[in-house]
């Protein structure tokens, strides 16, 4: 099972939306709604952001939003704010039950 | 509050295994899948498989499977993960997870535990 594929890196400025991409296949995202997002600071656990593409924990504040077209899964972070700063994976169920992430990206607010 | 609390840093040389523990507390230790996550210095988070702590039953990532043994001891609520055949690369964090059940995902994360290979 390959490893989801997200961006390397993206940034933007305190107040700016961005978008996360997270591609996948037909046996994973483009297969089931069981896709996730993750927020992880630098030596911290992963803080789950979004679960079954655009489903909010609360406690998880609105700025943060999920959405699924085909096999390709988003993560837009609206009003950018310092402390969004961090490393986001996503993740997927998969048709041999099992679990893969995306290889990370790194957030930088300018 | 639910909380799993992971065994602490080890240091094993090449060749040689490692078992992590991951209590469980807050929660009915049964009734909830523990996955298990690996993340080597610097780099990105790798599944490496689940174990359905009621049953005993596993599902281990094909690139794990042979190398890893997931296991439970109910009466204490704790899951173990046990890495055979180290090698200097297996150097990583490893985090246990609590999966929400019917959403595949995790709610809540163990606070990791630093694996180092090293002669």
């Known amino acids: 099972q390959s490893a989801l594929t997200q961006p390397a890196s993206v940034s933007g400025s305190p107040g700016q939306s961005i978008t996360i991409s997270c591609t996948g296949t037909?046996?994973?995202?483009?297969?089931?709604?069981?896709v996730s997002w993750y927020q992880q600071h630098p030596g911290r656990a992963p803080k789950v952001l979004i679960y079954?593409?655009?489903n909010r924990p609360s406690g998880v504040s609105n700025r943060f939003s999920g959405s699924k077209s085909g096999n390709t899964a988003s993560l837009t972070i609206s009003g950018l704010q310092a402390e969004d700063e961090a490393d986001y994976y996503c993740?997927?169920?998969?048709?041999?039950?099992?679990?893969?992430f995306g290889g990370g990206t790194k957030l930088t607010v300018l | 509050q639910v909380q799993l609390v992971q065994s602490g840093a080890e240091v094993r040389e090449p060749g040689a295994s490692v078992k992590v523990s991951c209590k469980a507390s807050?929660?009915?230790?049964?009734?909830?899948?523990i996955h298990w996550v690996r993340q080597a210095p610097g780099q990105g988070l790798e599944w490496m498989g689940w174990?359905?702590?009621?049953?005993?039953?596993?599902n281990y990532a094909q690139k794990f499977q042979g190398w890893v043994a997931m296991t439970r001891d109910t009466s204490i609520s704790t899951a173990y993960m046990e890495l055979s055949r180290l090698r200097s690369d297996d150097t990583a964090v490893f985090y246990c997870?609590?999966?929400?059940?019917?959403?595949?995902?995790?709610?809540?994360w163990g606070q990791g535990t630093l694996v180092t290979v090293s002669s």
């Open positions: 997870a609590r999966e929400r059940g019917g959403s595949c995902y995790y709610d809540s």
């Open positions: 807050g929660y009915t230790f049964t009734g909830y899948y």
């Open positions: 174990i359905n702590p009621n049953s005993g039953g596993t």
């Open positions: 037909s046996s994973d995202i483009g297969g089931y709604n069981y």
């Open positions: 079954d593409v655009s």
């Open positions: 993740s997927s169920y998969t048709s041999s039950n099992t679990v893969v």
